[in-house]
């Protein structure tokens, strides 16, 4: 798909360095391999340094010799890296002792690295829960500026160009706020909508209900209108409308009757979904009946980039999830 290849020429352009935690898995070596092949971004490896190079011999690696390793247990910043978890967590009963073994934690140690400056972001995910990646990352790396969620998005690409930017379209929030209310919607929209530039695309965002523009009168559709106030007042610049109905959102003659003079109607690339049953239905109906690609769920909206994988991704997978993890580090 161009869209990757593109993905990973922008990551190419600004090199950053994205720390794999779970290293005993075959797949992330490989995909680490082959990120420092593609010139993708610099990997960091968490784990006992003899067996991660036992693993790179025997699966005939030859990109990671000089790859850095990273030993949980025994590493030069161990002492750094507590005293940094202590002071963020105190105040919520951590005590330096805990602190100390959480650091072995690699879930922990990879979001402390970058929390320290020493890692742009990360990528794990294939042999733990979200709930694990998540956590971590949420206390120790928090929400970016501005927001108090954080949340997922799809980048969905179709087989036809007559959507979207080119047949590429942004779904939000298919995968982690199950019925975000007004403000919290409004952020998912702007989150979705940064999330989009960070990708060299000027953000359309359409928000969605089963109402257009006053058609239907329900407290679900001014969730919507009010989400829609909300982050036009929070920032301007982005181009937002709502409440829109996914044909209004999509096709141009039928946003042109429904809601004359939108500059989003009919042509939106990003769809923020009213709540997490819309959204998540929405992608995977039009991941399998329209055979759309489906890259995600990708997060969003924390102030240094973690991203969680499915358990039963390829390694191909784990090279495009650090991509765009290294382009959503360069996002100011």
Do not use: W
Not at 34 to 51: R, S
Not at 212 to 228: F, L, R
Not at 271 to 277: E, K, V
């Amino acid at each position: 798909m161009q869209i990757i290849e593109d993905i990973k020429n922008k990551a190419r352009k600004n090199k950053k360095t994205i720390v794999l935690p779970e290293s005993y898995d075959d797949r992330v070596l490989v995909a680490a391999d082959k990120v420092i092949d593609q010139g993708i971004a610099e990997i960091v490896l968490i784990g006992h340094p003899d067996k991660i190079k036992e693993s790179i011999a025997r699966l005939g690696l030859k990109k990671l010799g000089g790859v850095q390793l990273v030993d949980p247990q025994k590493h030069e910043k161990k002492e750094i890296y507590t005293d940094l978890l202590y002071e963020i967590r105190k105040s919520k009963g951590l005590s330096r002792e805990d602190a100390s073994k959480l650091t072995e934690n690699p879930l922990y140690l990879g979001c402390l690295m970058i929390k320290n400056g020493d890692a742009d972001g990360e990528v794990c995910g294939s042999m733990s829960a979200t709930s694990d990646v998540l956590k971590p990352a949420l206390q120790i790396i928090k929400t970016r500026q501005g927001l108090s969620i954080a949340s997922s998005y799809f980048l969905m690409v179709l087989k036809t160009p007559d959507f979207g930017d080119n047949g590429v379209l942004f779904y939000a929030d298919c995968g982690f706020n199950i019925n975000p209310d007004e403000h919290e919607l409004a952020e998912i929209a702007l989150s979705t909508a940064y999330t989009v530039r960070g990708y060299g695309i000027e953000p359309r965002v359409a928000m969605l209900s089963f109402s257009t523009k006053g058609s239907a009168k329900h407290e679900m559709a001014d969730k919507v209108i009010n989400a829609t106030r909300i982050a036009r007042e929070k920032d301007p610049s982005v181009k937002i409308d709502g409440e829109l109905q996914a044909d209004a959102a999509l096709i141009e003659s039928i946003g042109k009757q429904k809601s004359p003079g939108s500059e989003i109607a009919g042509r939106a690339n990003v769809l923020i979904f009213p709540n997490l049953d819309a959204g998540n239905i929405a992608y995977k109906l039009t991941q399998r009946l329209a055979g759309a690609e489906a890259i995600g769920p990708i997060v969003q909206g924390l102030a240094k980039p973690v991203n969680d994988l499915s358990r039963g991704c390829s390694a191909e997978d784990i090279v495009t999830t650090v991509a765009i993890t290294a382009i959503q580090a360069n996002e100011k």
